[in-house]
T-cell receptor, first 115, second 110 residues
Framework: DTGVSQDPRHKITKRGQNVTFRCDPI?????LYWYRQTLGQGPEFLTY????????KSRLLSDRFSAERPKGSFSTLEIQRTEQGDSAMYLC?????????????FGPGTRLLVL | EDQVTQSPEALRLQEGESSSLNCSYT??????LFWYRQDPGKGPEFLFT???AGEEKEKERLKATLTKKESFLHITAPKPEDSATYLC???????????FGTGTQLKVEL
């Protein structure tokens, strides 16, 4: 299976701790996206990369959140000083430019619970 | 601001009972409308992309259509395995983010 992969799938942490999630996109996909989804809601955009450049960030992405894609392949999303409101499913997606359909393919997500 | 609304929020069907899900939107510069399926605890699975009014796409028991104000996902003779949340998402303007609706939770019963 060569789909988007995410690690870990589940993370439980205590308030105030830092957490880091990893996303491996579909091979050769040059665009990578992070979304957050809470129960009963659709995914909300956080940020996206084209190759290693971070081109857009949502206002949802507070100073405690940082994302990197150092070599244009995998990406990490770090949350510092976690809060209970950070509990959500964190989804990664990738797409290929110049695919005219601009389809974003999603990974299985990382479910974060902050106690 | 771009807005997308899905209805109904939840839908229960008997196996074989056809129906339609609605996605209505108000946006500036629609570049694409996407339908995804999401099973509990999993990431969204891509179904269709529609680009212009009048366009239709089909896959097995699903058919997606698009007008200037809304999209429909028609489900013909559904089976229990079609039970999932169906999400509609828009790609608009010059950006690359998807704006999602809240989804329709579909349950198909025997």
């Amino acid at each position: 299976d060569t789909g988007v992969s995410q690690d870990p799938r589940h993370k439980i942490t205590k308030r105030g701790q830092n957490v880091t999630f990893r996303c491996d996109p579909i091979s050769e996909h040059n665009r990578l996206y992070w979304y957050r989804q809470t129960l009963g809601q659709g995914p909300e955009f956080l940020t996206y990369f084209q190759n290693e450049a971070q081109l857009e960030k949502s206002r949802l992405l507070s100073d405690r959140f940082s994302a990197e894609r150092p070599k244009g392949s995998f990406s990490t999303l770090e949350i510092q000083r976690t809060e209970q409101g950070d509990s959500a499913m964190y989804l990664c997606a990738s797409s290929y430019l110049p695919d005219k359909e601009e389809t974003q393919y999603f990974g299985p997500g990382t479910r974060l619970l902050v106690l | 601001e771009d807005q997308v609304t899905q209805s109904p929020e939840a839908l229960r069907l008997q196996e074989g009972e056809s129906s339609s899900l609605n996605c209505s939107y108000t946006v500036s510069g629609l570049r694409g409308l996407f339908w995804y399926r999401q099973d509990p605890g999993k990431g969204p699975e891509f179904l269709f992309t529609l680009y212009s009014a009048g366009e239709e796409k089909e896959k097995e028991r699903l058919k997606a259509t698009l007008t200037k104000k809304e999209s429909f996902l028609h489900i013909t003779a559904p089976k229990p395995e079609d039970s999932a949340t169906y999400l509609c998402a828009l790609l608009t303007g010059g950006g690359n983010k998807l704006t999602f609706g809240t989804g329709t939770q579909l349950k198909v019963e025997l």
